[in-house]
Nanobody, 123 residues
Framework: QVQLVQSGGGLVQTGGSLTLSCATS????????MGWFRQAPGKEREFVVG????????YYEDSVKGRFTISRDNAKNTVYLQMNSLKPEDTAVYYC????????????????WGQGTQVTVSS
């Protein structure tokens, strides 16, 4: 059984930084693709970052490129999402999710999800 446990998030002013973490347990080859999503009130879940456990490649959507960075601690099976230069439009609940082989922009194809963590950026 794969479990994703998220931590981090909170309230920050515009221009500030936050780090989210996603700790995975029971990780197997079937969870090689990780996606980070966010969902603002009244909006659909939005893909922001894709990451591959094998190879370590990462893709950033244009909306976060240059501001968000993925890192990880392999010993802890934990991925971190460092978010810098935060803007009010980054306000959302952030989720990590995993699926076999590769990441995808479509939230519907992910098998396991973290519980979500709130990020609020004040103007």
């Amino acid at each position: 059984q794969v479990q994703l446990v998220q931590s981090g998030g909170g309230l920050v002013q515009t221009g500030g930084s936050l780090t989210l973490s996603c700790a995975t347990s029971g990780r197997t080859f079937s969870t090689n693709g990780m996606g980070w999503f966010r969902q603002a009130p009244g909006k659909e879940r939005e893909f922001v970052v894709g990451h591959m456990w094998s190879g370590g490649t990462t893709y950033y959507e244009d909306s976060v490129k240059g501001r968000f960075t993925i890192s990880r601690d392999n010993a802890k099976n934990t991925v971190y999402l460092q978010m810098n230069s935060l803007k009010p439009e980054d306000t959302a609940v952030y989720y990590c999710a995993v699926r076999p082989v590769v990441w995808s922009r479509s939230p519907g194809v992910y098998d396991y999800w973290g519980q979500g963590t709130q990020v609020t950026v004040s103007s």
